[in-house]
């Protein structure tokens, strides 16, 4: 795959994620010091397949090839990686544009989809023109052993691979973690579901998954991570905060743990399915 422009501070800089701007620091409604703070970068990246626009993301612009090839698959867009034939991004005056060249078979499903909605946003379901059109069928996924000890040591870990969100106190997280807790992968994101297709596209691009290990996000665990997690071949999620009833009700369904409100010392597991392998010597 080979790779456009993407907004950066200088030649062979990595990609600009924040600016600093003045603000004024006050309380009750008084102004206060004059001080510099961070803001993390949203803009708009568009998703073209074989010149078709498909959808426009708020998103931050780092790591976008594998944003473009984690959304193609967590949404049905690609089966396989290979239908992927070339990805590159473009700056645009308005924002950034991700162009994707996809197998034909896979053109004309996508062209097929969008006859039949009106639309899609962030939240997975808006646009959606029927009532069974709003839950996809979800794969079920093998749920690995995970151990309480696991969980404590990737979530200790967490902040470690969040600098943006050490900057500007405003973004997303999802890191892949091997059995034991280490965190191999990270990646950031103004949103939720952003940073986990990131970390989806990224995880692909080494290989997959893997057997054994876990993802671990920094938002709540909605019926879209769930959903995402398990068409990427995640069989467990751990969230930092709660599970919704979706949620739940798909983790069922596909057969992947979940596990919510993750914090030093505690978390509550949701699902744990009964072929689970048992962790149970190391606490979980």
Request: net charge negative; charged share 20%; aromatic share 4%.
């Amino acid at each position: 795959m080979s790779r456009g422009g993407t907004p950066s501070s200088g030649a062979g800089a990595p990609p600009l994620t924040h600016r600093r701007v003045e603000i004024y620091r006050g309380a009750s409604g008084r102004g206060g010091d004059v001080v510099v703070d961070a803001l993390a970068l949203e803009v708009p990246v568009a998703l073209v397949y074989n010149g078709i626009s498909h959808a426009v993301m708020m998103a931050s612009p780092a790591d976008l090839e594998d944003f473009a090839l984690g959304f193609s698959l967590t949404e049905g867009i690609l089966a396989h990686p290979h239908e992927c034939y070339d990805l590159e991004v473009h700056e645009e005056p308005g924002g950034l544009t991700v162009q994707l060249t996809i197998a034909g078979q896979r053109l004309a499903e996508l062209k097929e989809r969008r006859r039949s909605l009106a639309g899609r946003t962030g939240c997975g379901l808006c646009g959606t023109e029927a009532l069974d059109q709003a839950i996809r069928p979800i794969p079920r996924v093998r749920a690995p052993a995970l151990s309480d000890d696991a969980i404590q040591q990737a979530l200790g870990a967490l902040a470690d691979h969040q600098a943006l969100q050490a900057a500007t106190g405003a973004t997303h997280a999802a890191a892949w973690c091997e059995a034991d807790g280490r965190i191999r992968l990270a990646r950031e994101d103004v949103g939720r579901h952003n940073a986990l297709d990131k970390l989806i596209g990224a995880l692909t691009r080494e290989g997959g998954p893997g057997e054994g290990g876990f993802a671990l996000v920094s938002s709540r665990a909605s019926y879209e991570m769930v959903h995402k997690s398990a068409s990427a071949g995640i069989g467990a999620l751990v969230a930092v905060s709660a599970a919704t009833s979706l949620a739940v009700e798909q983790a069922e369904q596909a057969g992947l743990l979940l596990v919510g409100f993750a914090r030093p010392g505690r978390h509550l597991i949701y699902h744990r399915p009964a072929d689970a392998p048992s962790a149970r010597a190391q606490g979980c």
